[in-house]
């Protein structure tokens, strides 16, 4: 690799290189991702929109290593993921990567505090006290920390999932409508904290969502319709987004032979 290749690998958090994937074979082939290359650059906030069934799941999935791409290249810093064995996959996503998807996976039997510091705890890193306190505080779940999963509300077991993908400050983080089942206001708390960790602490952050004023959040919003990328939009308001969400369905490319809604 030559020395500016380097370089350009280090700007990016995450990057997918004409990442295909597909499921089924014959006639019940699904052609969730076809042939889609992007980079997440370092200390940058993305959001992923798109209509139901576009690929973005599965793009997410892709780019965190959860599944594999049936063609390209996935990787995460410089490291492509295809390249490492079961071990060395386990070991990158929990010292480099941060999940907050929408089957929350919070542990039953223990509390929101040791489900937050679960991770760092199987990583035998010590947890940091204050930027703890920090994110509990931001997401209003202090007085919750000692109750178990089944007593908390799905917007509080919601917050708990996000603050346990932020404590261990990851380089990276993935969120699957990580505001799916919020109300305004949780949502705003999870989307500033979101914010927060790109703007105060330089980690990249990646969200799948539905709707506009949490894509405003971010720097870039990409569009995925049918399995490609269609748009992008810079630093756009809300209003920019449901602009292009309106038309989106003209811009898939294979919107007229497609039964995907
Ligand atoms: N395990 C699977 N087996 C077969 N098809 C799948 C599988 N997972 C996803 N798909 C299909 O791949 C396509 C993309 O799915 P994906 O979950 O990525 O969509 P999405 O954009 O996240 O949609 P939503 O907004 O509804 O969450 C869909 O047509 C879906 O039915
Ligand atoms: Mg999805």
């Known amino acids: ?32 991702l076809r042939g889609v290359s992007i980079g997440f650059q370092t200390g940058e906030f993305t959001a992923i929109m798109g209509p139901s069934g576009s690929g973005k799941s599965t793009l997410m999935h892709c780019l965190a290593g959860l599944d594999t791409a049936t063609e390209g290249t996935v990787r995460i810093g410089s490291v492509e993921l295809a390249g490492l064995s079961d071990k060395e996959m386990t070991k990158l996503r929990r010292d480099r990567i941060g999940f907050v998807f929408q089957a929350f996976n919070l542990v039953p039997t223990l509390t929101a505090e040791e489900n937050i510091t679960l991770p760092q705890g199987i990583a035998g890193r010590d947890v ?4 703890f306190d920090t994110v509990i505080g931001r997401l209003g779940i202090k007085d ?4 178990r999963p089944s007593e908390l509300s799905g917007g509080q077991q919601q917050r708990v999932a996000c603050a346990r993908a932020l404590v261990g400050r990851p380089d990276i983080i993935f969120g699957d ?43 870039r919003v990409v569009f995925l319709a049918d399995g490609a990328l ?8 809300a209003d920019d987004v449901f602009e292009v969400m309106k038309h989106l369905d003209d811009a898939a490319p294979g919107s007229a032979t497609t039964g995907q809604q």
Not at 22 to 31: A, L
Not at 192 to 213: K, S
């Open 177 to 219: 409508e990580p505001t799916g089942n919020l109300d305004s206001r949780s949502s705003g708390e999870v989307l500033d904290i979101l914010r927060a960790a790109t703007d105060e602490f330089g980690q990249t952050v990646v969200i799948v969502t539905h709707d506009p004023r949490a894509a405003a959040y971010a720097d």
């Open 1 to 32: 690799m030559t020395h500016a290749a380097v370089a350009q690998d280090e700007q990016f958090a995450a990057r997918a290189e004409g990442v295909v994937k597909t499921y089924g074979s014959g006639d019940t082939v699904v052609h969730a």
């Open 144 to 147: 919750r920390l000692s109750h």
């Open 230 to 237: 269609v748009r992008e939009l810079r630093r756009p308001t």
């Open 128 to 131: 940091d006290r204050e930027w």
